[in-house]
């Protein structure tokens, strides 16, 4: 490690490769480095992350050891160069500093995958004083749209679908913020700066008026079935209580006796159809939100007709987007805080991927309108483009 006798300091050139873009890396390297008094930068590239620090060696070794071991949840460090370097001594401060290109111009690094809506965003969603009450695109560093947003690498708002929407000066605040959880946080946005919601026809003609959660659901309720777009593509959602609207989606799919999966508001609704225990609950509610083959209860096919005949088990799966959860919401009687995600709720929904049969998965709106005008009767659309289509796991 190298000296400066004038500054009695040492610096330190370090490379993080693996899932650290999109996961709130670099503002956490921010808060490590200013609460070690450390100098220096963090900035994202093609490689991952590079980080320039300088400080005093003692604080040096400290930073090297919490780096990894301190990692955000949602990151995964496959490898680590460290090397020395001279140190800066008229740097002051530590930033994060302008993304660039890999060195030799190749791409070697990932995208994070899109997360489920952290349990913090949640309760701001339900709160009916948060400026995001209700807020179908509510996300922060920890979870949201990642991959299907991103266009190209490195990973920043300017290289998302995101680039489209201008942040207002209360959402620009957060992101520039380093203490506040939106630091960075590249889809940020509210409803007075980010992408809207609205509700069309087969047409395309949006239902002027209308309020697009409530709408897609009484249309749910009264047996019809919805394209509701996603964060990879748009799903097809029918009330799954409803033996003849699941019946009219499998013809209209084309898709004779092939399972569906049931979404339910929380692991409290789906009790009552399949077996599970805390491993299976665990798997439901990560951030990866999988769809989970459980063993079904006697009674679950005669309350969830034609959803899946002939076999034993349920492919169930729970909320992620903020959007679906405005629905569960909206048939709770929009109730205020998180409470009700854990009691019984009766809404259950057939969640399947919007695509005719033997086609690819739908995720732009014209092409919603198009390939499905004969299979919805009501298309739940916004307008944040998906930049790469990407089905439930």
């Known amino acids: 490690m190298l000296m400066d006798p004038r500054t009695r300091t040492s610096a330190l050139h370090i490379r993080c490769r693996g899932l650290v873009q999109g996961v709130g890396f670099r503002p956490y390297v921010w808060r490590l480095a200013t609460d070690l008094n450390l100098q220096g930068y963090v900035r994202n590239d093609g490689d991952g992350v590079f980080i320039e620090v300088c400080g005093k060696p003692t604080a040096l070794a400290v930073f090297r050891e919490r780096l990894e071991r301190e990692a955000p949840p949602r990151s995964r460090i496959d490898e680590v160069e460290i090397e020395s370097c001279g140190c800066e001594a008229q740097r002051e401060g530590f930033v994060i500093a302008d993304s660039s290109p890999a060195s030799d111009g190749r791409l070697r690094t990932a995208i994070g995958p899109d997360s489920a809506v952290c349990d913090d965003c949640l309760a701001e969603l339900f709160n009916p004083r948060d400026r995001r009450y209700r807020y179908p695109f509510i996300n922060c560093t920890q979870c949201g749209p990642r991959y299907t947003i991103t266009r190209s690498l490195p990973y920043d708002r300017a290289n998302t679908t995101m680039s489209a929407f201008e942040q207002c000066p209360a959402c ?136 899946a005949p002939g076999v034993a088990w349920l492919g169930v799966m729970l909320p992620y987007t903020p959007l679906q959860y405005l629905l569960f919401h909206q048939a709770a009687g929009r109730l205020t805080g998180t409470a009700w995600l854990d009691s019984v709720q009766p809404l259950a929904l057939v969640m399947t991927s919007a695509n005719p049969h033997g086609e690819p998965l739908v995720s732009r709106n014209d092409e919603a309108i198009d390939r499905l005008h004969d299979i919805a009767d009501l298309f739940l659309m916004h307008d944040r483009e998906i930049a790469a289509r990407c089905d439930d796991s």
């Open 172 to 307: 620009a605040g957060e992101y520039c913020d380093p203490m506040h959880r939106r630091f960075h946080a590249e889809p940020n946005a509210c409803p007075v700066c980010g992408p809207r919601l609205w509700i069309s026809d087969r047409d395309g003609i949006e239902l002027a008026n209308a309020d697009p959660v409530f709408a897609a659901l009484a249309a749910i309720q009264n047996g019809g079935i919805v394209a509701v777009k996603g964060l990879g593509g748009f799903h097809l959602a029918c009330d799954a209580r409803d033996p003849e609207a699941v019946a009219r989606l499998r013809s209209r799919k084309q898709r004779e006796e092939k399972p569906f999966a049931v979404m339910f508001a929380g692991v409290a609704s789906a009790r009552d159809f399949v077996m599970l225990g805390e491993h299976e609950r665990a798997v439901l509610e990560s951030p990866e939100r999988p769809i989970v083959l459980l063993r079904k209860r006697p009674g679950a096919d005669e309350a969830l007709a034609g959803i």
